[in-house]
């Protein structure tokens, strides 16, 4: 057996609010966007999110947005260049 304090340890589920935080997210969005991408469970009333569905999620969401520009004016055409092929 280990001899890990219970202080070292990561938990497995976090409540609603905690994920919140985690994500950095309104209530309406957390709700109506996030959670049904995510694993979660009831304990009576309380609806508990597993720690890997939310990490799961922000990856997931990061690999997506690799490559993609955001803003601004498009990037111009460098003569003697081909633009790529859009999929």
Not at 28 to 47: A, H, M, N, Q, W
Request: charged share 30%; with cysteine.
């Amino acid at each position: 057996m280990s001899n890990r304090s219970t202080d070292d340890l990561e938990p497995l589920v976090v409540t609603v609010a905690q994920a919140l935080k985690l994500l950095g997210v309104s209530n309406v969005c957390f709700y109506t966007r996030i959670l049904p991408e995510l694993d979660s469970y009831k304990v009576g009333r309380t609806r508990r999110v597993t720690l890997k569905s939310v990490r799961d999620y922000v990856a997931r969401h990061v690999a997506e947005s690799q490559g993609k520009r955001r803003r601004g004016r498009p990037r111009k055409a460098q003569p003697g260049v081909q633009p790529e092929a859009v999929a």
